[in-house]
């Protein structure tokens, strides 16, 4: 019984396990905020400016050297 009563009083001090699932969750929640900016970011920001970008390659006529 004493036995026992150490190995869970070892687990009640011993928070490193909890720090850890702690940073976890900090992580997700960055993640879980941070990712409608960058798919709006995508749909609104960058994409279009690549669109633009490609049309205008696409329109570039290169002279014949020969």
């Known amino acids: 019984m004493k036995a026992i ?3 869970v009083e070892k687990f ?3 928070e490193k396990g ?3 699932i702690e940073m976890a969750f900090i992580i997700i929640l960055i ?3 941070m990712y409608p900016a960058v798919k709006s970011l995508q749909t609104e920001g ?3 400016k690549y ?3 490609t049309d205008q390659l696409e ?4 002279p014949d050297l020969n």
Do not use: G, N, R, Y
């Open 46 to 48: 960058i994409q279009p």
């Open 5 to 7: 009563k150490k190995m």
């Open 18 to 20: 909890q720090t850890f």
């Open 12 to 14: 009640h001090k011993d």
């Open 51 to 53: 669109d633009d970008i």
């Open 31 to 33: 993640i879980i905020a």
């Open 59 to 62: 329109s570039v006529t290169v």
